[in-house]
């Protein structure tokens, strides 16, 4: 069974910044993509960032960010380590959230920032940024 295991998550100051790992116990590169989505109190889960981790290299490390983290968060694989990473600096208040780590096997055209085509989910980190 596969498990993703998030950590790195805090409390900050708004424009602090955090480094969160999700640990794979699986090869990365035998996942099609991974990703990072994020969920606020009564709101939904939302797509942050997502990178492929598989393929030749023209394709590998090819990442998509929603456009309210882009410039600031930064996701990046290591696959020697089965980790993905999420750099977020200049940290928002509005970034407060549980943060989950997701991986998907199949592999095709598919909408990365939806949560339901990813088919293995961490546990959640709590991020929270103070004004």
């Known amino acids: 069974q596969v498990q993703l295991v998030e950590s790195g998550g805090g409390s900050v100051q708004a424009g602090g910044s955090l480094r969160l790992s999700c640990a794979a116990s699986?090869?990365?590169?035998?996942?099609?993509?991974m990703a990072w989505f994020r969920q606020a109190p009564g709101m939904e889960r939302e797509g942050v960032a997502a990178?492929?981790?598989?393929?030749?290299?023209?394709?590998?490390?090819?990442?998509f960010y929603t456009d309210s983290v882009k410039g600031r968060f930064t996701i990046s694989r290591d696959n020697a380590e089965n980790t993905v990473y999420l750099q977020m600096n200049s940290l928002k208040p509005e970034d407060t959230a549980i943060y989950y780590c997701?991986?998907?096997?199949?592999?095709?055209?598919?909408?990365?920032?939806?949560?339901?085509?990813?088919?293995?989910w961490g546990q959640g980190t709590q991020v929270t940024v103070s004004s």
């Open positions: 997701a991986a998907r096997d199949s592999s095709g055209s598919f909408v990365v920032w939806l949560s339901g085509n990813y088919q293995y």
């Open positions: 699986r090869y990365t590169r035998s996942f099609y993509y």
């Open positions: 990178i492929r981790t598989t393929g030749t290299t023209f394709y590998t490390d090819s990442a």
